[in-house]
């Protein structure tokens, strides 16, 4: 069963609810030199049933081993590190019961800590003793499976949870109405898995501003979390300007981008929503960068290297009292090479002085074909975003733009940022208030 053999060191115990300690104890005493005996099934089914795991102390109480036998994963096995175990206890004085915030730091966990042993109970907890202080604790057996980090492979260049998009996604866009997400969490819960997993989704039938006595759109915020002021305000309005403070504010065409690169943390969402659309052209244009970023990786990988390694400056001034500037990949990865964010934005993209300078030219190849790719039409969805509705765009993922527009007619939207994180909090609140409700995610989210 994978036993490390040490000299001169002792195996502690393992017990399990219904074992026979007399027959199955592994006397600690026994030299490592001196292989144990392998435990029988039999020795293992006093009181529970064949797929109850089996549980194995090795390394002198430092590597806790669950050998999982539940049909599905026959044969696989789990090793878990005393200090990770100890660290990740379950009882009250570890871990807060109401908000499951740890009581403890390192510190405190000695730093030789070892297992002494390790019980099954009828709970389907594993109950730990750790030497060298005595500590009693508990965890739970299918968190410790959830939690697994034995088998962790390789990273994939995208999260999991990320479903990527391309002009396909034009025929059947993510949507709700304002009452349906309002009157059925199931509505409700299905829009913001649209958002977290696809990074955009529309929403129709807000109030108009005159049932409301503010904006609408903080309305529709309130279902996600909550808004993020800036220098714009809470509620920016995007329209045609004499003189404009942004191009955002003029019926010039926009390129896609990501919104306020120049910000650090970024707004991780934007919202935009329709009050008046009645110019010739004005369509919005939405563009999943990740699926642009597989395309890239595939292609080119040292091009993926160059803008997922150096920083890029962005820069914004508004008159004289307003400077923002950060310096940032425009390809964010994590230390293992998953994509966890984008910012691209020609108009705020600053000189260029953090990429040396026999990588420069490369850099602007790099530059200039993932710009290209984002350009490409069939990456891009494009539709006419009417009174009375909006869209939400992951702002470190979703690239959004729009068609220029006449001076005839008017185009008015008004513009909000919201973050991530309170989307996730809602999300999984929602997710656990009505798991026993049969509400599971929509069938195109899975």
């Known amino acids: 069963m994978g036993q490390i053999d040490e000299p001169n060191l002792m195996r502690p ?37 064949a797929d109850t795991p089996k549980l194995e102390i090795q390394n002198s109480g430092n590597v806790l081993t669950i050998h999982w036998n539940d049909g599905r994963n026959d044969g696989t096995h789990s090793r878990y590190h005393a200090i990770w175990l100890r660290d990740n206890g379950q009882d009250p004085d570890t871990r807060d019961p109401g908000n499951g915030q740890k009581l403890i730091t390192l510190q405190n966990i000695p730093a030789d800590t070892a297992i002494r042993s390790a019980t099954l109970n009828p709970q389907s907890q594993i109950e730990f003793v750790f030497s060298p202080d005595n500590k009693h604790t508990h965890i739970d057996l299918n968190w410790l499976k959830a939690n697994r980090y034995d088998d962790v492979g390789d990273p994939t260049l995208l999260s999991e949870n990320i479903i990527t998009w391309g002009r396909e996604l034009a025929g059947d866009l993510p949507r709700t109405t304002f009452q349906q997400a309002t009157e059925d969490p199931k509505c409700l819960i299905q829009w913001l898995e649209h958002i977290d997993r696809r990074g955009f989704a529309v929403m129709s039938g807000l109030p108009s501003q005159s049932h409301v006595n503010h904006y609408p759109i903080l309305e529709a915020i309130k279902l996600l979390g909550y808004v993020r002021e800036t220098n714009y305000g809470q509620v920016f309005e995007v329209r045609t300007e004499t003189n404009p403070v942004n191009l955002a504010y003029t019926g ?59 920083h890029a400056r962005f820069d914004y001034q508004q008159s004289n009292d307003i400077h923002l500037h950060t310096s940032k990949p425009m390809i964010a990865c994590t230390p293992q090479g998953q994509v966890t964010g984008i910012r691209f934005n020609n108009r705020s993209c600053h000189t260029l002085r953090d990429i040396p300078f026999a990588k420069m030219e490369d850099y602007y190849r790099a530059y200039r074909r993932f710009g290209q790719i984002l350009e490409d039409p069939q990456l891009a969805v494009t539709f006419k975003l009417n009174p009375n509705e909006l869209f939400v765009v992951d702002n470190t993922r979703v690239l959004h733009g729009r068609t220029a527009y006449s001076s005839t007619g008017t185009r008015w939207l008004h513009g909000a940022y919201a973050d991530k994180d309170s989307l996730k909090s809602r999300l999984s609140v929602l997710r656990q208030q009505y798991s026993d409700s049969g509400i599971t995610a929509h069938p195109n989210n899975a």
């Open 252 to 310: 010039q065409g926009l390129q896609v981008h990501t919104d306020n690169p120049y910000r650090d943390p970024v707004p991780t969402l934007q919202i935009l929503g329709c009050l008046q659309n009645e110019a010739d052209g004005g369509d919005s244009i939405v563009v999943d960068s990740f699926r642009a970023v597989e395309i890239l990786r595939k292609e080119s990988p040292d091009y993926f290297e160059l803008l997922s390694t150096f």
């Open 13 to 49: 115990m393992i017990s399990l609810p219904g074992l026979n300690h007399n027959s199955a104890q592994i006397d600690r005493m026994t030299p490592m030199t001196q292989k144990p005996r392998a435990l029988s099934s039999n020795e293992f089914s006093n009181g529970t049933s």
